[in-house]
């Protein structure tokens, strides 16, 4: 099996800068995305393929990489912004295909 | 836009069989790959089942092989999910989703549905 791993919670002030990880030995190899999913509501892609964020997400948003781990950034956080997020990608041989265990974030 | 809406979850005893649906609008539903995902307390997102645009490759992780089919009706826009011998650790919500393209080559899910609750209990 594969796992990705991400810290349970993170909090931010508005207006500041918060910053998720998540760490996978695959992640120099395969994509990651990004889910931001709010209470009762669907998961939604906020960045794909490591750093494209699609169409109608706020430029706030930004994936980066760094060996084998990737970066959820969200710049000037807003109150709207607070929910849990979700990095998904594949083991090394894309056999296992996993999402990591979520990260809240709180906005104080 | 797209619009994914599932159905079909329900109240279901161990050992029980379950088939979920998946309805599309909007999206010309046969250019794209399809996939089920499952979240629960306990397991959080879970990949259940994923299927090609034509219908013709298919992938199911170790936790439903061989209990769990998943198939489409491009003419209908219709995705279902058959799901047999359920388990207690398969109650969840269901979500339908839809990939990037025709086939596997990028795993990210550009759209979802309002997923379906299935309960597997006695």
């Known amino acids: 099996s594969y796992e990705l791993r991400q810290p349970p919670s993170v909090s931010v002030s508005p207006g500041q800068t918060a910053r998720i990880t998540c760490s996978g030995d695959?992640?120099?190899?395969?994509?990651a995305c990004w889910y931001q999913q709010k209470p009762g509501q669907a998961p939604v892609l906020v960045i794909k393929?490591?750093?494209e964020r699609p169409s109608g997400i706020p430029d706030r948003f930004a994936g980066s990489t760094s060996g084998t781990t990737v970066f959820l950034t969200i710049s000037g956080v807003q109150a709207e912004d607070e929910g849990d997020y979700f990095c998904q990608s594949a083991d090394r041989n894309g056999t296992y295909w996993v999402f990591g265990g979520g990260t809240r974030l709180t906005v104080l | 836009d797209v619009q994914l809406l599932e159905s079909g979850g329900t109240l279901v005893q161990p050992g029980g069989s379950l088939r979920l649906s998946c309805a599309a609008s909007g999206v010309t539903f046969d250019n794209y790959a399809m996939a089920w995902v499952r979240q629960s307390p306990v397991k959080g997102l879970e990949w259940v089942s994923a299927i090609s645009a034509s219908g013709g490759v298919t992938y199911y992780p170790d936790s439903v092989k061989g209990r769990f089919f998943i198939s489409r009706d491009n003419f209908r826009k219709i995705l279902y999910l058959q799901m047999e011998s359920l388990r207690v650790d398969d109650t969840a919500i269901y979500f339908c989703a839809m990939m990037s393209g025709a086939g596997f080559a990028d795993l990210h899910l550009h759209s979802w549905g309002q997923g379906t609750l299935v309960r597997v209990s006695s």
């Open positions: 695959a992640l120099p190899k395969q994509y």
């Open positions: 393929k490591d750093s």
